[in-house]
């Protein structure tokens, strides 16, 4: 019941003035418990949820606040043995206790990763390091995380999007054609990659079915598993097939909004995305959708998908009892579609 309040509180000010976001800038910026009162009283809350989540995250917690650079601990780097090495190399030009960890940075095919000036890295010398340190070179601007990607049949999530306008009016002419849209999602037996395998269309339909003038759209991007970078992938190379997603799934069910929640370890894919975003907008497509990206502040357990509803509304990540499922009560208490 707890939980149920805090939720409709922070739904009053939605996502425009967002909870987890107020908390996670406020301990970016290492503010007082001053500041941190103020927000609990905006919200009408108890100062023990914003001191609850802050203390929870690896990026917000008091003791990490101060940090400059974080080095990949992710199970990849470790097992390479490469981390100790690079720590040496970068120690020469921080202090101890600036100097943090990020749980996986998404460069498992590279290692040597970390993570500076909201820019992730993988340096393999001592010049390397100092050169991205010091911001003298512009090589590891571009082109610095580079793997092979490849297929053995016709390219679906790899292939180009030759022009932009043309490929999202594929959305618009499926507008109003739900059952359809839902038909050929069933017939094509599209499921999820999460682990579970769910059937993707049951997703839609159970969403669909729901009376409520408020629906979500969800986007999964807390990618943490060990050894995996797919999700940067598709964020990072075909951000806009991710955005298509969102948006048909969007028309099929009735909800205009979509959020996006990318792991802050992806800063590049934050960027990413948040350009595709933009030339979605200038598109000025007949059916308006909104999208709005969360960035996570390092946790695990927020690949869980109703922990990452608890997360997005401001509260520490906990998993929720079930049911209700997320297509009946899921962001805010609105029907949400998980992708």
Known sequence: MA?????????????????????????????????????????????????????????????????????????ACMTAGTQKNLKDRITPFFNDEEIGHAACLGHCHTNHAFMINDTTYSAKSEEEVAQIIKNTSSNFQTGRNS??????TTP????????????????SSLSNKNEKVIQEIKQSKLRGRGGAGFPFWFKLDAVIKEENPQKYIVCNADEGDPGAFSDMYLLEHQAHKVLFGMYISGLTVGADTGVLYIRGEYPD???KVEKAIEEFYALGLEKPFRFKIIRGQGSYVCGEETALLNSIEGMRPEVRVRPPYPAQYGLYGKPTVFK
Do not use: M, P, W
């Open 269 to 271: 894919s934050i960027k």
């Open 147 to 152: 793997y092979k990607v490849d297929c053995n």
């Open 156 to 171: 679906i999530l790899t292939g180009k999007i030759d022009n932009i306008a043309s490929f999202y009016k594929l959305a």
């Open 3 to 75: 939980n149920k309040n805090i939720r409709n509180l922070s739904a009053r000010k939605e996502l425009d003035t967002n909870l987890f976001e107020e908390i996670a800038q406020k301990a970016v910026d290492n503010e007082n418990a001053a500041s941190f009162k103020k927000l609990a009283k905006d919200f009408l809350i108890d100062d023990s949820v914003i001191y609850g989540t802050a203390s929870f995250y690896d990026f917000t917690k008091e003791e990490n606040r101060n940090k400059k650079v974080h080095i990949c601990n992710g199970t």
